[in-house]
């Protein structure tokens, strides 16, 4: 059973195999929020172990105050962006005024062949979404976080969080209905 | 016309009201119904994970930078000492160097004290209260 205040404990104590269950713990966490946020995806396990060293580097300055998962998620969300603006070259920004008027274009020839599978052809979808998006699609749907702590982890209003996971979430299923209604036909 | 719109629809899947007993229109429970199949969807894990012995690679990349430090201390210490008991050995024997020293000590002891305290609250606070910038 993980017992994460012993782990920390070990670690602080240079315990280097107790970092490494530690890792082993939160790597799936890790992954998933990089492979969704950054666009190149050869560079995300390069980013995951960056993001661990930064967490064995600050684990110190954990208190035990929130959730250790909503911690390594700050760490991961704030890494990521950093990357982003340094190497994907993307113009960040928090709260992108367009971001309200995303709409999906049409379909390019490789959504067409995507779209034999449902699940696959919603991942590309949501590949295609803002960043914002995309990002709380991933915080609450597959690593299971509450608003508060997807706040926690973004710094965004909660207000804001739930405005982007609604529209995300109204935008993929007006996708959807259109996909399964030509499938029937 | 539609009760319920798109953001009570999500709420009702939110809260995981209504698995049992559905009390929606015909045009709401379809809404319904492709919010719960997109909601399926977007829970699922990716079967893309990171290679197995990703941990390890982590711990020996600690290890190597934890060791590039140590030695890169240590071999500024090499280069520093040598030079520094130099200095130090020729000073040793020029007493009027070693009254001039503590001279200037006394002399300035209230803000040496001063200097050293703030060093150490100000390290203080910073692990405590400072937040980390990642």
Known sequence: MFNEKEIVHRILKSDLYAFEVLVKQYENLVFTILNRMLKNKEDVEDICQEVFIKVHKNIKTFQFQSKFSTWIAQITYHTAINYIKKKEKERFQVYPKEIDHFYFTSDNPEAL????????????????????????????????????????????????????????????????????????? | MKKWSDAEI????????????????????????????????????????????????????????????????FYSLIGILPLLGMVVVEHLFDAAFLVGLIQTILKFKAMVTFCVVSFFIIQYFDKRYIRVVW
């Open chain 1, 113 to 185: 062949t995507i779209k034999n599978n449902v699940t696959d052809y919603v991942n590309q979808l949501i590949e295609q979404l803002p960043l914002q998006y995309k990002t709380v699609i991933t915080l609450y749907h597959i690593n299971e976080f509450s608003y508060q702590e997807i706040e926690e982890i973004t710094q965004l209003p909660e207000g804001t969080v739930k405005g982007y996971l609604f529209r995300a979430r109204k935008l993929l299923k007006e996708k959807l209905e259109q996909y399964l209604k030509n499938e029937i036909r």
């Open chain 2, 10 to 73: 999500q709420s009702l899947l939110e809260d995981e009201i209504l698995k049992n007993n559905p009390v929606l229109d015909h045009d709401e429970l379809e809404d319904y119904k492709m919010y719960q199949q997109l909601f399926d969807i977007v829970g699922t894990k990716p079967i893309a994970t990171l290679p197995g012995g990703f941990a390890k690679k982590v711990v020996h990349q600690i290890q190597y930078r934890q060791n590039r430090a140590n030695n890169v201390l």
